[in-house]
Nanobody
Framework: QVQLVESGGGLVQPGGSLRLSCAAS????????MNWYRQAPGKERELVTS????????SYADSIKGRFTISRDNAKNMVYLQMSSLKPEETAVYYC??????????????WGQGTQVTVSS
């Protein structure tokens, strides 16, 4: 059974920091690129950041570059999102996503249930 379980969400004041975690199981974690998405109320889900299988390459949305950091620990099957200088408009459900290599050139995608982040005074 493939599972991605996010944790670490909650209420934080504007300008504050929060670290999200995603625990993966049921697949070969080291064969998966990992992503964080978020979905604000009334808006489409958007890609926030990505990290390759080895952690050697990361990508960030322009809106969060310099404030968020994605990392992974393949020994623990964990991926993290460190968020700093949070803004109220970044209130959203944050989702962990895995792009798992299947065979030679195929991929399979998996999603976590999401964790709520609320940025408010």
């Amino acid at each position: 059974q493939v599972q991605l379980v996010e944790s670490g969400g909650g209420l934080v004041q504007p300008g504050g920091s929060l670290r999200l975690s995603c625990a993966a199981s049921g697949f070969t974690f080291s064969s998966a690129a990992m992503n964080w998405y978020r979905q604000a109320p009334g808006k489409e889900r958007e890609l926030v950041t990505s990290i390759t299988e080895t952690g050697g390459t990361t990508s960030y949305a322009d809106s969060i570059k310099g404030r968020f950091t994605i990392s992974r620990d393949n020994a623990k099957n964990m991926v993290y999102l460190q968020m700093s200088s949070l803004k109220p408009e970044e209130t959203a459900v944050y989702y962990c996503n895995a792009r798992v290599r299947v065979g030679i050139a195929g991929f399979r995608f998996h999603w976590g249930q999401g964790t709520q982040v609320t940025v408010s005074s």
